[in-house]
T-cell receptor, first 114, second 116 residues
Framework: GAGVSQSPSNKVTEKGKDVELRCDPI?????LYWYRQRLGQGLEFLIY????????KSGLPSDRFSAERTGESVSTLTIQRTQQEDSAVYLC????????????FGQGTRLTVV | AQKITQTQPGMFVQEKEAVTLDCTYD???????LFWYKQPSSGEMIFLIY??????QNATEGRYSLNFQKARKSANLVISASQLGDSAMYFC?????????????FGTGTRLKVLA
């Protein structure tokens, strides 16, 4: 596609439910990044993929968070047993490679846990 | 300790004037990268400019320039000839390399309002 696509754009879920957030990067981009942005705050780096591998998962906030990428394309961020503090906008970005300076962001998924 | 510090929560500038958004950083790495992103009210993050720690020249991209002062660990963004469309949140970010992997740290942002 022309840009980074994220779905859903909005998600309201009940506390304790699992959610899956999807990111379709720009075709040919080998690096893919996930960030979390709480209301009125800066971006919190969660994880990145080079190809299908995530070199470092230590940025994930807890073991309820997991992410995977397949086919060097689509990535899914899964949050299990959601909590109210998980409410945020989850942003995905991609770049040509992990060292490329310019990353292109999607519009984000606004997650609300009620 | 904050790795990226943006001390100006909000800034105003008159249209057509220049404005400087401050950013200081803290790292012990020799190799790192510094970025500025713009986030309009619509929410998307837009890459503006990048400076590598070994780059001797300040980065410039059109009306954007990065005033890189390595010894002071500052990476201020200068926007020349401000336009109404420049009104947005601006984030400074740093990329460090740790054990062969990259880590990205963002500042808390500066909200810029351009006045007509």
């Amino acid at each position: 596609g022309a840009g980074v696509s994220q779905s859903p754009s909005n998600k309201v879920t009940e506390k304790g439910k699992d959610v899956e957030l999807r990111c379709d990067p720009i075709s040919g981009h080998t690096a893919l990044y996930w960030y979390r942005q709480r209301l009125g705050q800066g971006l919190e780096f969660l994880i990145y993929f080079q190809g299908n591998s995530a070199p470092d998962k230590s940025g994930l906030p807890s073991d309820r968070f997991s992410a995977e990428r397949t086919g060097e394309s689509v990535s899914t961020l899964t949050i299990q047993r959601t909590q109210q503090e998980d409410s945020a906008v989850y942003l995905c970005a991609s770049s040509l490679s992990e060292g490329a300076p310019e990353a292109f962001f999607g519009q984000g998924t606004r997650l609300t846990v009620v | 300790a904050q790795k990226i510090t943006q001390t100006q929560p909000g800034m105003f500038v008159q249209e057509k004037e220049a404005v400087t958004l401050d950013c200081t950083y803290d790292t012990s790495d020799q190799s790192y990268g510094l970025f500025w992103y713009k986030q309009p009210s619509s929410g998307e993050m837009i890459f503006l400019i990048y400076q590598g720690s070994y780059d001797e020249q300040n980065a410039t991209e059109g009306r954007y320039s990065l005033n890189f002062q390595k010894a002071r660990k500052s990476a201020n963004l200068v926007i020349s000839a401000s336009q109404l469309g420049d009104s947005a949140m601006y984030f400074c970010a740093m990329r460090e390399q740790d054990s062969g992997t990259y880590k990205y740290i963002f500042g808390t942002g500066t909200r810029l309002k351009v006045l007509a």
